[in-house]
């Protein structure tokens, strides 16, 4: 194991009691700082960014309190750390400017600033929980159909864009026909650019119907709890998988409503006195799992989505007018919708489309 110290003192197995160690992982080495129980220096140094080094440089010491940050090297570098016996706090990297805009910023610097956070209070750090290994593996087949599809997205786009360049028009259709339907139309000044594209869109085709298969599987044979979540209209495999994958564990929250902070889908809050302005969503959170949510939304409030509590509301909310009303209707939607998915996912209830309406009052007329 190559490492390198550039201070005179070494953490030692008698030493470590009581002390705070802040790590910034690189690809190729990781810098740490040791702190002491009084907040001084113990040592600074790297260690290569491999599991046999960390493991030896970690397992033979005594529990410390180690902090990093959420990245690519997170997931199993904290597994392996808490698997040494340590305190691992992984902190939220969008919580930490004080690290990302410091006018002197280093990797020395940044581990010693982990620390000094770490050591005062983790909660500053807004700490993360990672998932675990097989979790990640159904994960990552989420989100390789994620990416396969969006590159065929990509060059959709660049067909139509390359062909209404020149004055022609593709016919409208179904991504999956597009291959098939849009070969006859392009212009022959346009095959020799354009033809192998189609060849790749119905590879990807295919790829991407693999992937709806193990997604499929996958529910039915390793994630049953995603039935529950499918009753809803708009919500199919992939989302329930999705959501089942990205939550991992429902009990982490202790209420169905804060799902949907967690996945970003909450308004950003700026108040100061009587000033309440409105702002966009955080966008914390997952991505992709955000982006599926909205895309259920939209069905739900789309000329396809059978009538449901959701559906009404969202409606309504549209109906109020004024700047990007229906946009904000969808992202609202989303919210509840992913509220709704937790809220099944713990109770096991069956799903009652229009549960809200039938516990509404009935309207009483009275005649004089």
Known sequence: MSQHITSATRMTRGQSEGQTVGLDVGDRYTHLCVLGAAGEVVEEGRVRSTPEAIRQRFAPLPRARVVLETGTHSPWLSALLAECGQEVVVANARRLRLIAEHDAKSDRTDAETLARLGRVDPALLAPIHHRTRATQADLA???TRDAVVRVRTLLVNHVRGAVKAVGARVPACS???????ARPAVPEELAPALGAVFGLLEELNRVIRGYDHAVATRCV???????RLTQVAGVGPLTALAYVLTLEDPARFPRSRAVGAYLGLRPKQASSGARTPQLRITKAGDGMMRRLLVGSAHYILGPFG??????RWGTQLAARGGKNAKKRAVVAVARKLAVLLHRLWTTGEPYEPLRRARRAPALVITTA
């Open 141 to 143: 087949l989420v989100r």
């Open 175 to 181: 991504t999956p026909a597009f291959a098939r339907r």
């Open 221 to 227: 044979g390793a994630y049953p709890e995603t039935a």
């Open 306 to 311: 059978p009538d449901c509590d959701l559906r």
